[in-house]
């Protein structure tokens, strides 16, 4: 009797070892909880039944460690700085030349509020429509740079200038509007999210356009 019973634990001792091993092929993602169930497995042969069922809770706690370890969070990506154009009422110092005393259009305000982005257009888009331009009007609070001068000897330049980035590349434009924020064609290479920075005289500014890509958006191609 006691020879069955010294079989049946080396039975146990080498199903325990096998699947000790086994587990610790299964866990390469983490080489130091392998190396631990590896050097477990090595044990001496257990002889009495306290032996065994402690290596059976050793292998519950290990096997417990493997599959419930908390997944890690999927990677997030940053938000796009473009939103899409919204229709509202201009503020009343971008609405000259209207005759509606509270024209409704859709607009972008730069990020700062020194500039307004009047779209004229069903979409802006790239490539270029054939049937229509990509006309922006620009609206600027601020007073003209020469009435803001830090002396009379200033010399402002006047001319409105757009230099264009696409989020995410490192594409960009440039564009000029002579005279200040107005009436304008503005083109880009590329449909997709730009970040414009506005400069007139001394002021500066950020806006962001999201352009569609001229195929998607239905106009016409010509």
């Known amino acids: 009797m006691n020879d069955t019973l010294h079989d049946r634990t080396d039975a146990t001792d080498d199903y325990l070892h096998r699947a000790l091993l086994d587990l610790a ?15 477990r497995s090595g044990w001496r042969r257990m002889t009495t039944a306290a032996p065994v069922a402690a290596a059976l809770a050793v292998l519950l706690v290990v096997a417990g460690m493997l599959l419930f370890r908390p997944a890690r969070p999927a990677p997030t990506h940053p938000a796009s700085a473009c939103q899409p154009v919204q229709t509202s009422v201009l503020p009343s110092w971008a609405r000259v030349g209207f005759t509606d005393p509270e024209p409704e259009m859709p607009s972008v305000l730069s990020d700062h509020g020194l500039f307004l982005a009047i779209v004229f257009v069903p979409a802006l ?4 429509a054939a049937d229509y331009n990509n006309k922006i009007l620009w609206a600027a609070r601020p007073a003209d740079p020469r009435q803001t001068s830090m002396s009379a000897g200033d010399r402002v330049d006047l001319s409105f200038h757009i230099d264009g980035r696409l989020e ?14 107005g009436p304008s064609i503005v083109d880009v290479p590329a449909p997709g999210c730009w970040v414009l920075r506005l400069t007139w005289g001394r002021y500066t500014d950020t806006v962001a356009l999201p352009y569609a890509d001229r195929a998607s958006a239905g106009s016409t191609t010509g």
């Open 25 to 39: 092929d299964d866990a390469p993602h983490d080489p130091q909880l392998a190396a631990t169930i590896r050097r």
């Open 168 to 181: 995410g590349t490192s594409t960009t434009m440039s564009t000029t509007v002579p005279g200040g924020p």
């Open 125 to 128: 888009v790239s490539p270029p």
